[in-house]
């Protein structure tokens, strides 16, 4: 069959992929930014890709006319204003582009949406399953809560609360109760109601069995972690400053925290688990879920991770646009040296960042962390998603790598903190040589004030960081 995936670069969409092509179903993966799109060369020969915007009617005409089966894997954790009308939007025009295709069913993940008062992020969600449920075909809509697995922004946030605070002073919405699920189990969920007619038309909640405030879900985790917890409820915090403190104690964004914060005082439980009879799917639990994970982040097999998205910076570019690194009105630190072993370099460039650190004075780039989150920014705990392999679009600490090619020996980065500019950092090999160049294109008198405040500290940093690199 051929099926269409939207959100191909997302967390789910990037799992869905190969499960898709080991089925033996022909892929067309919707992108907004083909640059993003980096999929395993096994998977190219069964894989179409086509550069679309939900928000431009135009270009969904690039949509094939035989697809069988759509995906609908959209959705935003935007803080901006009038995202609900944007989402609103988007489900509308993919509605009216598929329906002069000849496809039979349309499946779209949705949060679990069953209180009468949502929180915006959630009622949109909702809108937008009432928008695509208008269409003429068969529609579908699987409605998850907490999804668990490695690289899940769930999953993460609960395991950076657990694992950085031995004593929690928490906010109230922590009694909130919910019903989590493990990533595995949705992919699940996602193949087995293709072209299934008993899910035509109808809409399903997904879960395990357990149903778990988040407290009992913090400590869970810690009790699979050989961990001792305590927790302290209050009710004093504010949904702004509950906000703060996930900021703060989390890698998330402050904006996605916000919406987090909204969406968690809402109960996310499913209604029934008739799908899982009808599919033949029986969730494991939320502590089997955790296990998984950790097995998967201790082999190094994590496949997607929500820090690559763009919400994870509150930062939206076009990577495509960012290659090309300016020259003019820009500051420059650039430095080379020889190297002794090409292998040997590479192997260090593409594993800077993350656990190993930067390689020379981490302590100053911890501080720069630090910093960056007290300013909005993102700080240093994202991490990166793997720690043997860079793509294109994944995030590396507070950077997005908008090139990545080892043949050719060159790593590009943009920076993701707070600055009053743009920031640009470059590894290239070039026969016996290393070229590692930092550029700065400042936003006005500020940005030129920061550029000659830090510059006394790149001498010290990055001619260290050369050193290590070519040692």
Known sequence: MKVLLTGATGYIGKRLLPVLIEQGHHVVCCVRDRSRFNPNKSLLNNISVIEVDLLDQDSLSKIPQDIDVAYYLVHSMSSAKNYKSLEQKSAINFRESLEETSVSQVI?????????????HLSSRKAVELELEKGKYHFTCLRAGIIIGSGSASFEIIRDIVEKLPVMIAPKWLLTKCQPIGVSDVISFLTKSMLNEKTFDKNFDIGCDDVLTYKEMLLEFADVRKLKRKIWIVPVMTPKLSSYWLYFVTSTSYNLATSLVHSMKIEVVCRNNELNDILDIHPIAYRESIKLAFKKIKSNE??????????????????????????????????????????ECIDKIWGIGGNNGWYYANWLWKVRGIMDKLAGGVGLRRGRTNQNSISIGDSLDFWR????????????LFAEMKLPGEAWLEFKIDGDKLTQTATFRPLGLMGRLYWYSVYPF????????????TK
């Open 302 to 343: 994590i496949i997607s991770s929500w820090k690559d998205a763009h919400e994870s910076s509150g930062i939206k570019i076009n990577i495509s646009e960012y290659i090309a690194v300016p020259v003019h009105g820009c500051f420059k630190d650039q430095r080379s040296k020889l190297i002794f072993s090409r292998e």
């Open 458 to 469: 790149h001498g010290f940093i990055f001619n260290g960081m050369i050193n290590k690199l």
């Open 401 to 412: 790598v908008i090139y990545s090619n080892k043949d050719e020996g060159r790593l590009l």
């Open 108 to 120: 779209y993940l949705s949060g679990i949406v069953n209180e009468s008062s949502l929180s915006d």
